[in-house]
């Protein structure tokens, strides 16, 4: 048998008589009560002193519990060597909170319960009693053109001369005898077959006037818009559109122009066609 099984049980039997132990105090006292008696019966005096007997008393209960501590200093040194052995428990790890858990605010429903006497929120709808106030037109309705000539201005259209058979350019001289601040220039030609865009261009500056081509209700419509800030000094100015057309001569009865132009906070208005027409000077 290995010396640690020896050590092992001894170990348990010290434990277990610990554990059986009860001493009877009274009864050992007794023992040594009826020893003394005993003795003294023998008819041998005791040559000592009756103080002596009682040593003897105390001699023997201090010897029970010397015993008694011997006993228990060796009952308390097998409990204390028996220490138990180390045991290793799995401890489950705590579990992580999941990012959602934890960063998420909690979730408030704002809609109310059954029976809930929460009022409705008020309603922002305007009162059907109010009208909204009419917006300003953004726009002054322009004049309406009645010839070739109204106050400071003055109009003529026709035919350039270096016009072909298979090309031609219609030109709008326009004359003023004020600054404009505004000016709108638009030339129409008419579709007479074949007709399309070449270019167009205009004495005053170009970087001065917003320039548009395109095709609408049977016309090809050049248009000149003079830029805000710009300004038209007075004279005689040339607005052109250039075009192809089928092969021979072009017929112009057709086609128009319009010219609406402001001078001194004041609007004016012409128009005319491409036929011949006198010059005049302008004033008014």
Known sequence: MRQQDVHDELRARLHAA????????????????????AGGRTGHRATLPPVFGWFR????????????????????????????AQQTVA???????????????????????????RAAPPSHRASPSATPAPKASATTRA?????TQDGPL???????????????????????????????????VAQTGGVSTTGAWRSLPEADF???????????VYTWVLKEGRTVPAGQWVFAGQYDHERGGRDAKDDTYT???TAGGAQYAVQGDFAAHGSGDGDS
Request: charged letters at 20%.
């Open 91 to 117: 401890v489950s790890p705590t579990p992580t909170p999941s990012p959602d858990a934890t960063s998420r605010p909690p979730v408030h429903s704002s809609a109310p319960t059954a029976g809930s006497s």
């Open 210 to 220: 917003t320039q548009t081509v395109r095709e609408k209700n049977g016309f090809l």
């Open 259 to 261: 010219a609406t132009g």
């Open 154 to 188: 003055w109009s003529d259209g026709s035919v350039d001369p270096h016009s072909n058979d298979f090309w031609a350019q219609s030109n709008l001289t326009l004359k003023t005898s004020k600054p404009l601040t505004a000016l709108t220039v638009r030339l129409k």
């Open 143 to 147: 004049p309406t053109a009645r010839g």
């Open 57 to 84: 008393v105390v001699g023997a209960t201090a010897a029970v519990a010397g015993v008694l501590a011997v006993g228990g200093y060796a009952v308390a040194s097998a409990v204390k060597d028996d220490a138990p």
């Open 18 to 37: 610990a554990e059986a132990h009860e001493p009877d105090r009274a009864r050992m006292l007794a023992r040594i009560e009826r020893g003394m008696a």
